[in-house]
């Protein structure tokens, strides 16, 4: 649900819209509430710039399968959803389909959008692929939580867009990374996990 866009507007409205609960502690650097408006650490804010902000693109659960990769990453393994060879997590050799979402549609950041894959590689670290039939941007969306660990788009490490040249191509694809190398795995190798994209 979408804050007013005019009007007062209060910290514990921008909490509770960013997932968190009425009446308890929040600041307006919380990465949640900034994440609303995409908005960088300690940096300046006015109330009336989250007019109309909404917390929810997708909200749902993630049932985490897990992939060992034994070619192009030797040794690395991913954990997290993966249901598209085309969106190969190392090249053309492609990554099989693994784990499951409730929900994959993401057509509020882009119409038609879906996630092709959401997952950690413990070299790669987290990576998000959406996959649509025209072309991606960096924009749509302000954080990604996985549990409870968010991700700004804003600080992902690389974005990338363009055509899946790999087999079974579902069209364009725009991919985020989050970290690297020893990076933390948020989705655990087994079990649900809460997905949501802000």
Do not use: C
Request: hydrophobic share 35%.
């Amino acid at each position: 649900m979408a804050l007013q866009t005019s009007g007062q507007i209060s910290l514990n409205d921008l909490h509770v819209e960013a997932g968190g609960s009425t009446g308890t502690q929040a600041s307006m650097n919380d990465t949640d509430i900034r994440g609303l408006v995409s908005a960088a650490a300690n940096s300046q804010m006015t109330f009336s710039s989250f007019y109309g902000a909404s917390s929810s693109i997708l909200s749902t659960t993630m049932t985490v399968g897990s992939y060992t990769d034994s070619n192009a990453y030797i040794g690395s393994t991913s954990n997290g959803f993966h249901n598209n060879r085309a969106t190969g997590l190392h090249g053309a050799n492609g990554t099989p389909v693994f784990g499951a979402m409730g929900s994959n549609s993401v057509g509020s950041i882009q119409s038609g959008a879906t996630i092709a894959a959401l997952v950690h590689n413990s070299l790669v670290g987290v990576r998000l692929v959406i996959e649509d039939n025209t072309a991606l941007s960096n924009s749509g969306f302000t954080s990604l939580k996985v549990g409870s660990t968010t991700y700004l788009r804003t600080a992902a490490a690389t974005f990338t867009s363009g055509v899946n040249s790999n087999v079974n191509s579902q069209g364009q694809h725009g991919t985020w990374t989050w970290g690297g190398v020893n990076s933390t795995n948020p989705f655990g190798t087994s079990g649900t996990v809460s997905i949501t994209i802000l």
